[in-house]
């Protein structure tokens, strides 16, 4: 089973809801990842949890906060967005540094 | 802060040509990886190239990582419509055990039928 499995695929939330995307992998992956992509734009890592704990958070407003529930979960909490904050969020894991495995990702936008 | 630099930014072909990417840095990386990514869905993981000079080949798919480490060169054999997409290259630190990903802007292919 090679794969990151993200949900949900889409979400439309108000500036003013409290969502939470949703990444699981049975890779036995060390490290997870969150990046954040615009479009036409390459992925732009937001965190980084090495052992289910919090290693990189690469300046990212307190209104994302994840969360690594286990080895195999990560959450990524959404509350009071902007619309500026509308992308395709992505979830990675990998073993080593070396080779990231990405899931299908969530599209969100913010109204 | 390193970064990675892909040329050219755009490419339209038509199908049975031959292309080569590009991606270069300034910057050593322990490895550079080479994904594809089809538009609303993630990036999917084509190769990771580790050794200076290393060659590999994945079916019309052949990928170069220089001699010093600091560029890759992918080139697509005969390319097929099903290659169309976003390819991105990303490099990990110099230092070993970084898991940050650096990725470039890449390149967006269109072959054409």
């Known amino acids: 089973d090679t794969e990151v499995t993200q949900t949900p695929k889409h979400l439309v939330m108000g500036m003013t809801n409290k969502k939470s995307l949703k990444c699981e992998q049975h890779?036995?992956?060390?490290?997870m990842y969150w990046y954040k992509q615009k479009a036409k734009k390459p992925p732009e890592l937001m965190f980084v949890?090495?052992?289910?704990?919090?290693?990189i958070n690469e300046s990212v407003p307190s209104r994302f906060s994840p969360e690594c529930p286990n080895s195999s979960l990560l959450n990524l909490h959404l509350h009071a967005l902007q619309p500026e904050d509308s992308a395709l969020y992505l979830c990675?894991?990998?073993?080593?540094?070396?080779?990231?495995?990405f899931g299908q990702g969530t599209r969100l936008t913010v109204v | 802060t390193q970064l990675l630099e892909q040329s050219p930014q755009f490419l339209s072909i038509q199908e049975g040509e031959n292309l080569t990417v590009y991606c270069n840095s300034s910057?050593?990386?322990?490895?550079l990886q080479w994904y594809r990514q089809e538009p609303g869905e993630g990036p999917v993981l084509l190769v990771t190239?580790?050794?200076?000079?290393e060659v590999k080949k994945l079916k019309r798919l052949t990928f170069q990582f220089g001699d010093a480490r600091k560029d890759s060169s992918l080139h697509i054999t005969a390319a097929q419509p099903g290659d169309t997409g976003l390819y991105l290259c990303?490099?990990?630190?110099?230092?070993?055990?970084?898991?940050?990903?650096?990725f470039g802007k890449g390149t967006k292919l269109s072959v054409i039928p």
């Open positions: 990675a894991s990998s073993q080593t540094p070396l080779e990231a495995f």
């Open positions: 890779m036995g992956h060390r490290a």
């Open positions: 949890y090495s052992y289910e704990k919090l290693s």
């Open positions: 910057s050593v990386f322990s490895s």
């Open positions: 190239v580790v050794t200076g000079g």
């Open positions: 990303a490099g990990d630190g110099p230092g070993a055990g970084s898991y940050q990903l650096t």
